[in-house]
């Protein structure tokens, strides 16, 4: 296991790599305890340290109003965009989805889900 800042490790397992948070959690007799959250997984170190660098980003930029307001994902319905990073995350029940940061020409980025884009060719 590899510790990182701010409640996230990389562990190891059969040649893949996890990214996982540390949080609280209950036994069966309702006890509080301490508990590895899943992020996402990786099949390289590399990969799993861009995530903890993604996730660490996303932490901070969620903490400030950046007046944003005016941009709204509605508004790129049916726009074309490019994909600019894939990354495959757990969902509630324990499988895994994959979710997409669409780049648009103006600069917005958006991640989306699987169901909220359709593949277009050139």
């Given amino acids: 296991m590899i510790r990182l800042q701010n409640n996230y490790a990389i562990t190891s397992s059969g040649g893949s790599f996890a990214l996982v948070t540390f949080g609280k959690g209950k036994d069966k007799e309702g006890n509080e305890i301490d508990v590895q959250k899943p992020i996402s997984y990786h099949t390289t170190l590399e990969s799993a340290l861009q995530s903890y660098s993604n996730n660490r980003m996303a932490d901070l930029v969620s903490n400030f109003d950046m007046d944003l307001k005016d941009v709204k994902k509605e ?26 940061d669409i780049e648009f020409n103006d600069g917005a980025i958006f991640c989306v889900d699987r169901e909220q884009i359709e593949f277009v060719e050139d």
């Fill in 75 to 100: 508004d790129y319905i049916g726009q074309v965009g490019s994909i600019t990073h894939t990354q495959k995350m757990l969902t509630g029940n324990g499988s895994a989805t994959n979710l997409f």
